[in-house]
């Protein structure tokens, strides 16, 4: 028996490295901040292993001021702010490719990122805003993942990412808004716990070497193989004893 065990636990373990299932991590994550009082793009407060590059930008929304709401990350409303930014939420029910707010990564040479999800923890303060979301991996043409109908509650949505390829580049994610209730809305990004990073923000993923170096899952039929040699090796030790 003890020459059985011998032969076995070197196979059973290698089997159970090769099985080992990669875990998807953080690629790069965003905490609140005063709209107004930051310089974009805004590099992410966590990165990823291997991500070279991050950034969160806007484009034709007002940065409303720390003055009126507090230190938070807050979009919307009329008129010019501060620092110059302008343009209420979309009160249309198709996308404005000129309004959006960005998140863009890029990972190392000979590195890949396999996208899970995009996580936002978000609210509005009236009756509505919704926000799509969309990459430059098809020139932001498709929604990814499902509309989300904010709340005046913070709620932390999800958009799945899983149809995506594995990008070896720079890739940009942009949110749009649509059917805003007012030219007065307001939108606000707050950190949470249920937020990777517990940031208002985050985008999750696989980061792997290009060369598919990330760790194998082997077929079953070569888990039986393995299985049959040891059990072969053991049968002849019986003979041999």
Same mark, same amino acid.
């Given at each position: 028996m003890?020459k059985?065990?011998t =032969?076995l636990?070197?196979?059973? @373990? =290698?089997?159970?490295?090769?099985? /080992?299932p990669?875990q #998807? #991590?953080?690629v790069a994550g965003?905490?609140?901040?005063t709209?107004?009082?930051a310089s974009?793009p805004k590099?992410?407060?966590?990165v990823?292993? $291997?991500?070279?590059s991050?950034g969160? $930008?806007t #484009?034709?929304?007002r940065? @409303?001021s720390s003055?009126?709401v507090?230190?938070n990350?807050?979009?919307? !409303?009329?008129?010019t702010?501060?620092?110059?930014s302008?343009?209420?939420w979309n009160?249309? &029910?198709?996308v404005n490719t000129?309004?959006y707010?960005?998140?863009?990564?890029?990972?190392?040479?000979?590195?890949?990122?396999d996208?899970t $999800?995009? +996580?936002l923890n978000a609210k509005?303060?009236?009756? +509505?805003?919704d926000l799509?979301?969309? &990459?430059?991996?098809? !020139?932001?043409? %498709?929604?990814l993942g499902t509309t989300? %109908?904010? /709340? /005046?509650a913070s $709620?932390?949505y &999800? *958009?799945d990412?899983? &149809?995506?390829?594995?990008?070896t580049g720079?890739?940009?994610f942009?949110l749009?808004?649509?059917?805003?209730?007012s030219s007065?809305v307001?939108f606000?990004?707050?950190n949470s716990?249920?937020?990777?990073?517990?940031? *208002?923000v #985050?985008?999750?993923?696989?980061?792997?070497?290009?060369?598919?170096?990330?760790v194998?899952?082997?077929e079953?039929s070569?888990?039986?193989?393995l299985?049959a040699?040891?059990a072969?090796?053991?049968? %002849?030790?019986r003979?041999?004893?």
């Open positions: 003890k059985l065990l =032969m636990t070197p196979l059973t @373990l =290698m089997g159970l490295a090769g099985v /080992t990669a #998807a #991590a953080i965003w905490n609140q901040f709209t107004d009082g974009y590099a992410a407060d966590t990823g292993t $291997n991500i070279t991050t969160l $930008n #484009a034709g929304i940065h @409303l003055q009126f507090g230190f990350f807050a979009l919307g !409303g009329f008129g702010a501060s620092d110059g302008t343009g209420s009160t249309g &029910s198709t000129n309004q707010v960005e998140f863009a990564v890029q990972p190392g040479a000979g590195f890949q990122v996208f $999800n995009l +996580q509005h303060d009236d009756t +509505q805003l799509v979301l969309r &990459s430059s991996v098809d !020139g932001f043409t %498709s929604n989300v %109908s904010l /709340t /005046t $709620n932390t &999800s *958009f990412l899983s &149809s995506l390829a594995p990008q720079p890739v940009q942009r749009y808004g649509l059917n805003a209730d007065t307001f606000f990004g707050e716990t249920n937020v990777a990073g517990g940031g *208002f #985050a985008l999750n993923g696989d980061i792997t070497p290009t060369g598919g170096g990330g194998s899952t082997p079953p070569g888990i039986v193989s299985i040699v040891g072969l090796g053991a049968a %002849s030790l003979r041999r004893g």
